[in-house]
């Protein structure tokens, strides 16, 4: 248990999860290498304080008691970006921004790998039995709104299971950074996103996790059930299970998606 003898810190006043989130006593941020995904989750922007989880349908949920800030970021208009969507919505919004459009691509539940140039040249998908048959069209369009379009089908027809198979194993506490994710692997599963570490003296660590969930919502950041340590969370790659606000992983499996290992 982390002993403090000073509130944990949440600055409201700022507006990224960085700047927001002050380590408890005797930590500090890790230093995230420039321009990586793990610095672009370090200082993803927020909505204001007191800012409500909304649903697809802009609806706030039920619950407004699981989460202590909310990732400035839309969720969409359809019932599609889930928990491991958003962990993709993610990456793919930072590989738009620093536009390295050729690494943008997932692979499906159905194994096949669709990526955002075959999209953009016209190839399109239908259903077909089990599976998802790709149509080329010959239409070109390499906007942001088809770049959005595309998301929509990943988040479709991708999941956990598919996040699962295309990731690699943390093995070592020492290796956990932002930007991998705890993941069960199912129909449903779940899937959590480390956005923010900090580390004491002692080499010990400490992590800020988000998550969307079902139905689609808000990208925010946990609330931990364990107030004295909220919202910052321990994590031990080797724990038979982790709770988190709405979620018990069990066992405990923190992964990174492959091609950023």
Known sequence: MIETTVPLIIDESKATIRTRFTPPKGYIWMKEEAGSFSEYLNYFPLHPPNFPVRDFKAVPIPRQNNHVAILKIDVGDKDLQQCADAWMRLYGEYLWSKKRFDEIGFELTSGQFFSWNDYKN????????????????????????????????????????????????????????????????????????????????AGKRLYLLAESFMPAQDIHILRNPDAKLSPWYELDVNAPQTVTAKYIFKPTSIKRFQKLK
């Open 122 to 201: 016209g190839t399109r998908t239908k259903e077909v039995g089990k599976r998802v048959r790709f149509i080329k069209t010959g239409k070109v369009d390499d906007s942001y709104e088809t770049f959005r379009e595309y998301l929509n089908i990943i988040f479709r027809y991708a999941g956990t299971i598919s996040l699962d198979r295309e990731s690699v194993p943390v093995l070592k506490n020492s290796e956990i950074k932002s930007g991998d994710y705890l993941i069960k692997p199912g129909s449903p599963g779940h899937s959590v996103i480390i956005v923010g570490v900090a580390r004491n003296n």
